[in-house]
């Protein structure tokens, strides 16, 4: 960090041209706004930022990004440390290449400093923050050595976008940030922040709002589009230029949706249920969605999950793994290395390039790598049983007193014994949420169940069923009211 932040304070003072590259997701996104409202602010000038496009640049830093542009000074954020061509070409280039990144690397790349809790020996006492997190204590390292007052607090509502969507566990220092974030988030002047606390109708914005919403939308446009979209979202300079711009998020979001159930409708007609690890490719996959498929089928299907997108040109399989329960995702694939063009990433994801010819090989190793030295344990992560009776608005008030709520700290999950369904409908555009309703002696309560795909199972009025769910409260239309988020529903022999 020293070593960064001095070259980086050399470089301000003799007005050098800095480039920036960030990644394309929510991390990388709001690692590079951070940083150019950091440099905006004390009036530098000559900072040039890049972020690739993911179909037509790949992924992070690469030479082809680079090499026609002048700088003495590269910063990347949230990615580079597996940039081993670029940082070569930035050596030969005399061009002073700063990584910072949170990623794991087998080995490191030529540059002249890397910012990264993972490397070995850093003696940064909490490990688990996210590409933007060590954007931001860049921040606070160039704060300290240029000598300028810079209030850190004023951009966490930012920050806690990236903690929570690249699903840092919300323990320790992440806990203590995230917090404070949304309660800044409440009356966050920021045109962005508005916009977002108006379409939802609410100002108590939560860590599930930013997960299940904002997230998805920040994500969204670089996964389909361009992740322009979602940087001017945060740059926006009005409430109306905001709005306008979250409303385009929305749109190519469910463009998103979209293309996910169908990826996910044709990788269940593909794969091999009898595996331990499940492995699928297809040339009709698109390269955007990949990641969450893969993360919605290893939670479904409860086994690690490698969904790839075959790249006819290069003969190349781009492919997005995610992990279940705690099998070390990054241990499983380095054990397989040898078939592996490149890979990065940590225990729960990971991102894969195997050349085409491999792809068949590596399907099978790697189940035979996992059936000899991995194994799944039981995932139960029911909190305890829980009478309906009991659930009202004074529970969820109880509930929220421990939030914000995220990996590490997950929302409790209940058995909901005995819940008596007066009327059931299946609901939405793909018609895939369960709606269900039950009677209790406070009125009627509502349960809804996405990704319902049980042949589209209607339950019978007055049939009887135990639930695996959350509680929260429901804003619909400025109308608020306790439901239950159904994970499972277990059905009673009749």
């Known amino acids: 960090m020293a070593k960064a932040t001095a070259r980086i304070a050399k470089a301000i003072a003799n007005r050098e041209t800095i480039i920036l590259v960030s990644d394309y997701d929510v991390d990388g996104v709001v690692s590079r706004v951070l940083l150019e409202e950091f440099f905006t602010l004390i009036g530098f000038a000559h900072l040039e930022c890049i972020t690739p496009n993911r179909f037509r640049d790949g992924y992070g830093l690469s030479k082809k990004l680079i090499e026609n542009r002048q700088a003495s000074v590269i910063i990347t954020v949230d990615n580079g440390i597996t940039s081993y061509e670029a940082g070569e070409y930035c050596e030969e280039q005399g061009i002073d290449l700063i990584i910072t990144d949170h990623h794991i690397a087998a080995k490191l790349p030529k540059s002249y400093a890397i910012v990264n809790p993972k490397q070995p020996h850093c003696p940064f006492p909490f490990k688990d923050i996210c590409g933007a997190q060590v954007a931001w204590y860049l921040i606070a390292g160039l704060k300290e050595e240029l000598d300028i007052s810079f209030d850190m607090m004023s951009n966490i509502d930012l ?19 995230v917090k404070k974030a949304l309660q800044k988030i409440r009356t966050s002047t920021r045109p962005a922040m508005i916009a977002i606390r108006e379409k939802l109708q609410k100002t108590n914005i939560t860590s599930q709002d930013i997960a299940f919403f904002v997230a998805p939308c920040i994500n969204a446009a670089g996964r389909l589009k361009d992740a322009s979209f979602a940087i001017d979202f945060l740059h926006s300079v009005d409430e109306i230029e905001a709005a306008d711009r979250l409303d385009v998020l929305i749109g190519i ?54 969904v790839g997108s075959i790249q006819e040109r290069t003969q190349m399989v781009k492919c997005s793994a995610r992990s279940y329960g705690d099998v070390d995702l990054y241990g499983l694939i380095d054990k397989n290395k040898s078939l592996v063009h490149s890979f990065g990433g940590h225990r729960q994801a990971a991102g894969i390039n195997i050349e085409k010819k491999n792809w068949e090989e590596f399907k099978t190793k790697i189940n035979e790598v996992f059936r000899k030295e991995f194994a799944y344990e039981e995932v139960n992560n029911v909190f305890c049983s829980l009478d309906k009776e009991n659930v009202d608005f004074s529970f969820v008030a109880m509930l929220d007193t421990y939030e914000p709520y995220g990996h590490g700290n997950e929302m409790p999950v209940f058995l909901i014994e005995n819940v008596e369904v007066a009327y059931a409908e299946v609901i939405g555009a793909n018609k895939n949420v369960l709606k269900i309703v039950t009677p209790t002696s406070n009125g009627m309560l509502q349960g809804v169940k996405f990704r319902h795909s049980d042949d589209g199972k209607v339950f019978d009025e007055g049939e009887e069923i135990d639930i695996i769910a959350t509680v929260n409260k429901n804003i619909f239309r400025g109308n608020e009211s306790v439901q239950f988020i159904i994970q499972e529903i277990r059905q009673k022999n009749k």
């Open 159 to 177: 920050l806690c976008l990236a903690i929570i969507a690249d699903v840092m566990p919300l323990v320790s220092m992440n806990r203590v940030l």
């Open 253 to 306: 979001n469910d463009e998103r949706k979209e293309k996910e159930l169908e990826i996910i409708k044709k990788c269940e007609l593909l794969l091999d249920d009898s595996a331990d690890v499940l492995l699928v490719a297809s040339e009709e996959f698109n390269e955007g969605v990949i990641g969450i498929a893969a993360s919605k089928i290893a939670s479904e299907q409860k086994k690690v999950c490698f």
